[in-house]
């Protein structure tokens, strides 16, 4: 089944102690990103990824890290973590931009995550 | 900057009635435009998208979302409203202007909650 997956569903942890959340997809596909969803702010782009080793900011990239070693992988690192950076994350992932075509994303199951 | 509104945080229909979703967009360049919808617990799925052509586009579960360049819109709509869709919708852009490290950036609305009732 083509997916993407998220883990840890659900997380509770306490400031300053570093975590990583696992995005990984099965579609071959070149783009992936992630999202933070907040109440009233709707989906904000944290990072993305056009390719292997090729990553770039979003709208709101501060207190996060990502890396994309391989094509299927692409984890959220929090080295930090603050109590505002509680939130629902949302990893996604679409074919790559070819000549200026924008494919549609597919998004992972989310990941609740509650920094205290 | 690119952006996207959606008005409406929350648009409430009876069933079988026509629902509208609205959504308006700011960007440089010719827009692509994508609606997904959440439902309870999950993540986001693909309805449809715009990219050129027919202004008229269909998606998924009998959506429809009519592009219209110069009132810079994009809404979503449904002919007649099931208790099923109630959801929260998002509507995303991209701009054909972005590009080096703003090749991938989507921006997405606030999103709007649509509740049908029965």
């Known amino acids: 089944e083509a997916q993407v997956t998220q883990n840890p569903r659900y997380l509770i942890t306490v400031t300053g102690k570093k975590l990583t959340v696992t995005c990984s997809q099965n579609?071959?596909?070149?783009?992936m990103s992630w999202y933070r969803q907040d109440p009233g702010l709707g989906l904000r782009q944290i990072y993305y990824s056009m390719n292997v080793e090729v990553t770039d900011k979003g709208d709101v990239p501060e207190g996060y890290k990502v890396s994309r070693k391989e094509k299927r992988n692409f984890p959220l690192i929090l080295e930090s973590p603050s109590p505002n950076q509680t939130s629902l994350y949302f990893c996604?992932?679409?074919?790559?931009?070819?000549?200026?075509?924008?494919?549609?994303?597919?998004f992972g199951p989310g990941t609740r995550l509650t920094v205290l | 900057a690119q952006s996207v509104a959606q008005p409406e945080d929350q648009v409430n229909v009876a069933e079988g009635n026509p629902l509208t979703v609205k959504c308006t967009y700011s960007v440089s360049g010719n827009p692509y435009l994508f609606w997904y919808v959440q439902y309870p617990n999950r993540g986001l799925q693909f309805l449809l998208k715009y990219i050129t052509g027919d202004n008229l586009v269909k998606g998924s579960y009998g959506f429809e979302a009519e592009f219209n360049k110069s009132q810079t819109s994009f809404h979503l709509k449904k002919p007649s409203a099931l208790v099923s869709d109630s959801a929260l919708y998002f509507c995303?852009?991209?701009?054909?202007?972005?590009?080096?490290?703003?090749?991938?950036?989507?921006?997405f609305g606030r999103g709007t909650q649509l509740t049908v009732w029965p």
């Open positions: 996604a992932s679409s074919l790559g931009v070819d000549r200026g075509i924008y494919n549609e994303q597919f």
């Open positions: 579609m071959n596909h070149e783009y």
């Open positions: 995303a852009v991209r701009s054909l202007a972005d590009r080096g490290s703003t090749l991938g950036r989507l921006y």
